[in-house]
């Protein structure tokens, strides 16, 4: 069997987390580690190892950290985890608000070698209505696109996109470019040649467009989702979490329908990214 770490991804460590955590690593068989945002203090004790995502830490690898670092670019946690971790051969990154209905049937169904070096939501090529495209696009390489809140990556996928994302550093019409973690890693693994798939494309489906979205939060205090099937649903928040949400999602504009500004924004960036290599 591949050696396999569980990387909990969240802001902080919370007694639901651990919970998670728990769970997870009872239904895998897998060590499961935490990845959390190093601007704020762990205040909940855990045996589990943590590691804080930091501007130091993410710089000190070569990574370019814009101030949204830590929500733009979930992949930084898979380099820090790759460097303090390295004798694991894939991980698999889940978010705190991910809920995976029968994880003991889940897991072992991606424990088999060899396996492809990314698997992901919502993997496929992306067009120019995506937000995130014109940051990915480039004289040389083809758009794709994938949601993040859970992936399962080789460690070779893992050290190919740090080199990348290090090279792009070095790129100051990257920078300005600069792609969140759906994006750049969904491009830069096909790019590459890694073998990449949809959870959905590996002889049964594991979610749909009701289970797993961005901006339909679900209410984990009253969600009772089937448990006999292994099944990925997300955003589920609890508590003031999905409270907040909720009114976020109220508050936020409409992104679906891009101001003036923003289509100038996305000319200008378009015009850079045919300029910029990959």
């Not at 690593?25 to 499961?32: E, I, Q, R």
């Not at 203090?41 to 590691?51: I, K, M, T, Y």
């Not at 859970?150 to 070779?156: E, F, L, M, Q, T």
């Not at 973690?181 to 693994?189: C, I, S």
């Amino acid at each position: 069997m591949t050696k396999t770490l569980i990387l909990v991804r969240a802001t902080r460590l919370t007694p639901r987390n651990l919970t998670l955590a728990d769970t997870l690593a009872a239904a895998s068989g897998h060590p499961v580690a935490f990845v959390l945002d190093g601007r704020f203090p762990v205040g909940v004790a855990s045996e589990r190892q943590a590691l804080m995502v930091t501007k130091p830490d993410c710089e000190a690898l070569g990574l370019y950290c814009p101030d949204d670092f830590t929500w733009r670019c979930g992949d930084y946690g898979l380099y820090l985890a790759r460097k303090t971790m390295p004798d694991f051969e894939r991980f698999w990154l889940v978010e705190h608000d991910v809920l995976i209905t029968a994880p003991q049937a889940f897991f072992p169904a991606f424990d088999s070698d060899p396996e492809p070096d990314l698997v992901a939501t919502y993997y496929r090529p992306a067009d120019k209505s995506w937000f995130w495209t014109r940051h990915v696009e480039g004289r040389n390489v083809r758009p794709y696109r994938c949601m993040f809140p859970v992936v399962s990556i080789s460690a070779r996928a893992v050290d190919a996109l740090l080199a990348k994302r290090v090279e792009h550093a070095s790129q100051a019409r990257r920078r300005n470019l600069w792609p969140n973690d759906e994006g750049f890693v969904a491009t830069a693994l096909t790019a590459a040649g890694f073998r990449c798939r949809d959870f959905n494309d590996l002889g049964r489906a594991y979610y749909d467009e009701a289970s797993f979205t961005f901006d339909s939060p679900i209410d984990g205090d009253r969600f009772a989702p089937p448990a006999n099937r292994p099944w990925l649903y997300h955003p589920v928040l609890a508590g003031d979490a999905y409270r907040d949400k909720m009114a976020r999602l109220r508050d936020e504009p409409d992104l679906r329908r891009p101001s003036l500004l923003r289509r100038q924004t996305d000319r200008v960036s378009r015009r850079l990214a045919a300029l910029a290599s990959w």
